[in-house]
């Protein structure tokens, strides 16, 4: 009515009032009368937006790849904002320009030319495995800039979505991938293939070591054997020997046992023929004759044995001589003969 309206703003709106060109009030969720034939209005949205990007890159290969991402910014500055962009609102509260589109055209516009020289530089398989690379250089790239800079924003953040080839490269790297993935697979089948042969041979070697332990064993339990038996028989040698020794030494005694009883018996024989001598020395000269009767004289039959004796020296001067067998009968009775 007569020009004169009432405006309400939220709290997330930062509006600045603008008078005959200067600003009559300022301020985040006001509420004021103005009259529109002299008033100007600005409103900036003060709460954080984000901003969705897709861009097109060439690679160092030159393979075409898609960059899909959002960055997250707050207006942190609207006097600042408001002296590079317009966004003042018509009667009816809508944006008399499309400055906020300008304003995320900035931004979008220095987040791609702070990564091109980087995409341009790698190639395709590693532009796909760069996402946190891009990440950090768009945020940088944001950060330091001075066209940003003058917008008075702040950028929260960057996250990068997707890093795409095209679909025709997308199905070769992954034939090429899935060609590599069965190597890789032939690879370790022929890793664990060569490990259990590595492994067997390993175990024969081992059985064949722990043979050759046992047989070096039984050989040295064979030469001990051989050196206990060589041992025994040595021992068993200086056994005979020191018996054999003790028989000689026993012999030897008994040899001179012997010997000093020879000369013992010899001695006492001596003795005994020089007494038997001295004994017989007197009958020496005597006749054996008269020996023979004194010897037998108890004994008839002596003296009879003698005069036969005597008859048989003289018997060519004997002419007949006739023997009884009375005489026979008496000699050869022992009772009869005594008597």
């Not at 950090?136 to 953040?157: A, E, Q, T």
């Not at 023997?323 to 009772?335: N, S, V």
Request: aromatic share 6%.
């Amino acid at each position: 009515m007569f020009g004169i309206k009432h405006i309400k703003f939220d709290s997330m709106t930062y509006v600045f009032h603008f008078k005959n060109g200067n600003i009559k009030r300022e301020g985040r969720g006001l509420s004021f009368f103005y009259y529109t034939p002299n008033s100007s209005i600005v409103v900036i949205p003060m709460g954080s937006n984000d901003l969705p990007f897709i861009f097109q890159e060439a690679t160092k290969d030159y393979q075409s790849i898609s960059i899909q991402g959002q960055i997250s910014y707050k207006i942190a500055d609207p006097q600042m904002l408001s002296n590079v962009l317009d966004f003042t609102i018509d009667d009816d509260g809508k944006y008399k320009k499309n400055d906020i589109e300008k304003l995320n055209q900035r931004i979008i516009n220095k987040a791609q030319t702070s990564i091109s020289s980087y995409i341009n530089g790698i190639g395709l398989k590693e532009a796909l495995c760069s996402a946190m690379e891009i990440e950090k250089r768009i945020l940088n790239g944001l950060k330091s800039s001075p066209s940003i800079s003058m917008l008075g924003i702040d950028i929260l953040g960057v996250n990068i979505l997707a890093v795409k080839a095209t679909p025709e490269m997308a199905k070769a790297l992954e034939t090429e991938t899935r060609e590599l993935l069965q190597q890789d697979a032939d690879r370790a089948i022929y890793e664990r293939r060569n490990f259990a042969v590595e492994q067997e041979r390993i175990i024969r070697e081992s059985e064949l070591n722990t043979e050759i332990a046992i047989e070096e064993k039984q050989k040295q339990i064979e030469q001990k054997r051989m050196e206990s038996e060589v041992q025994r028989v040595e021992n068993s040698r200086k056994i005979r020997e020191m018996n054999v020794a003790a028989d000689i030494a026993v012999e030897n005694q008994r040899k001179e046992l012997i010997d000093q009883k020879t000369a013992n018996d010899k001695k006492e024989a001596e003795v005994e023929g020089y007494q038997i001598e001295v004994k017989l020395r007197p009958y020496k000269e005597m006749d054996w004759r008269a020996l023979s009767a004194l010897t037998g004289r108890t004994d008839p039959r002596n003296n009879i044995a003698l005069a036969f004796g005597l008859l048989a020296e003289n018997a060519n001067k004997i002419g007949t001589l006739n023997i009884t067998p009375d005489l026979l009968e008496t000699l050869m009775d022992t009772k009869k003969a005594t008597r």
